[in-house]
């Protein structure tokens, strides 16, 4: 997928949220879509299960206007975080320009967490995709939660952020995180149209 | 030459560098000729001299309305004289300095070397000292510095005061930043300004050049910034607004960065002068260029530029600062003017191509400069500098000269040298013709441009004082670029009457190598060569007579091979010993009738060894070698 188009003029940046089922990447594109102005956002496609559970993916297109002469969209999409959904997540996360992985901060989610950035490692490598070289940020969610149920984000970098990525402690119901995640992120990734050749940092 | 309105005392930014100078030149301004007079300021280029001269001719003006002031750079100074001169106004002239109140002389380092002008300028110099009127000079280097200045001048010069200025500290540098910005009313910030000024700059033009490239870059159009601020402003409240705001950036930053390169090559290469043409198309087109390529040609075209400029100027001095050297789209016609400048005003001759080294024979007579001449080609420039190759006419100077020419011009480099062969003569005329047509810088020019000078029979130079001095210059000049100069001269260097001591001298500084008139082994090959050349046969036996009788010179023997060949053409017969030696009135007896000559049968043996001359080959009878060694 060619990011950035020059004969058309367009920008296309095609962003991925990554995590464990229920950890709050559905409320992040929510929370981004009460934020855009009504003609700059495409309808937001989910599709839920009846106990409200992205069933496929959640879609949401933002049109960020023309920027320098480019007009400039960015497609937000979330994949099913529960595990028996794993086609579909390899197939969302087809030609993602960069990932933001919504951790669950809740100590009991630890496993699921690792085990989901487990899965988007694999994912990636079958897509051929160097992850090192992916732009990728880290949000740990819920950070609202009383302090016993959760663990601090001291502990999360150091189990969860390996690679030393930047990363956001959130709490996407009340949207605190949301926008810093996502513009690290399009830093990131727009960083890399002027330098394709060039690692993630 | 008028005074420059704008350089007055009151916007001079005196600091620990100038404030001597300063307060010299205003005391100066404020009673001329009875303090310091002469008043000398030296320092380096861009240091506020001619603000100086100027702000002390304004003073005077102000102070004494009447008072006449006369400023003028030295080169106008010569100009004029060299005008009155021609008009034989002479007079007029000395006249005119002499009732001028305050002189000032901007650059008279020029004075160099100018003993019409210096003898002129002294002579005013010494009336308006006595009739008390005031002199202040400037130039880069102190007066005792200034190369070939009259003894007396130079006295005169000193008898006043001598203060130099030199580069500003950080507190003037920062003052004159500052009345910079007042001047202009620019839109700094002192903090930078305060940064700008914490580079240490050479000289005030540089520092006014960064604050220009400082003003260029905050006022030139860049977007980022623009579009950043009102978005930036007016968010906060709204994270998608900021969101956008940052994205907005990022994106001009990033997929815009070519044209953000684009932008900062043409801004930087507009500062430096250049036109920016191709820069500008390729930014106007929506397709991003391959702009590490586009910029690498830009910088080749302008390096190119540049490289023309350099030969053009050369050739022609006026011909720099043109302003297709300032426009790569314009490169042909910047070439074809260099082509032009070139034509017009050829390189001095080249060498010969007719004299290679591979037909110049050796033979003992000429061994040492032969040898000399091959050490040169293989170091040019430190070898032997100069090598000066002397020897009666005829013997093969000039031929050895050309070869020499022939084979540095050949060298395997990327730039091939410039070699000039010429003959003293041709340097004398050329030389002549310059000063006459008033073009003796370019004809400087053209000869210190030289990778290598070869000069054939410089003992013409002699006696002429001009050209000896010029050549001495252009030695100086030459030899201090390690470039090559070989000379010829009918006689050792030390011997030529009339030439100047310190020409002499410099002359004997390298090598001398004689050629002697040719020994019997090289009139053998000579011989050889030349009934070649003529297509004759040639055999062992016919050589042996040829090259018996001594010759004073290589001419010589062309005129024998031609009369022979002539001679044997009109009687019918083939060119052979018998015709030859009747030819040649071969009834001169050998010294030792005894004696014979072994014609020699191999190739390439040490010529010395085998040189018949040198070499008895065979003792038939005692009393020869009796004889022999008695001797």
Redesign the interface.
Known sequence: MSLVNYATREITCKIVYYGPGRSGKTTNLHYIYSQVPSNRKGQMVSLATQTDRTLFFDFLPIDLGVISGFSTRFQLYTVPGQVYYQTTRKLVLHGADGVVFVADSQARQLDENMESLQDLHANLADHGVDARRLPFVMQYNKQDLPADLILGVPELEEQLNFRGVPSFAADALHGRGVFESLRALSEQVLRKLSNPGGGQR | MRLDARLRFENLIVGAGNRLAVAAARAVAESPGAVYNPLFVYGDTGLGKTHLLCAVGHLVQTLQPGADIEYVSLDEFVEQLHAAVSAGQVDAFSRRHERVDVLLIDDLQFLTGRRETQAEFLRIFERMQAGSKQVMLTSDRPPQEIADVDERLLGRLSGGLIVDVSAPDFETRLAILRAIRQERRLTISSVALEELAGFEFENVRELQGALNRLVAHSTGSH?VQRARTPAAAAATD???D???S???T??????????ARLREAIQYWNGEGYRTGTLERALAR???PDVAQLLATFTAAVEQLRELEQSAVREDPALGGNSVFRDPDRAAEAEELVARALAGETPPTGPSPAFARDTYEVGTSNQLAAHAADAVVAEPGTKYTPLVIFGPSGVGKTHLLHAIGNALAAADVAVPPVVAVVHAQQFVDELVTAIQANTLNRWRGRYRALDALLIDDVQFLAGKERTEEEFFLLFNSLAAGRKQIVISCDRPPGEITGLEARLRSRLEGGLAAPIQPPDRVLRERLYARYLKALGRAVDAALLAVLAEPVVQSVREIIGVVNRLGALADARGVELSPALARAELGAARPTPFPGVRSVPRTDGRRDAAFLDHEKVVWEWPDVSARVLEEWR
């Open positions: 977007p709204n994270p998608f900021d969101f956008l940052e994205i907005t990022v994106v001009q930053h990033h997929v815009e960065s070519w044209q929506s397709e991003p």
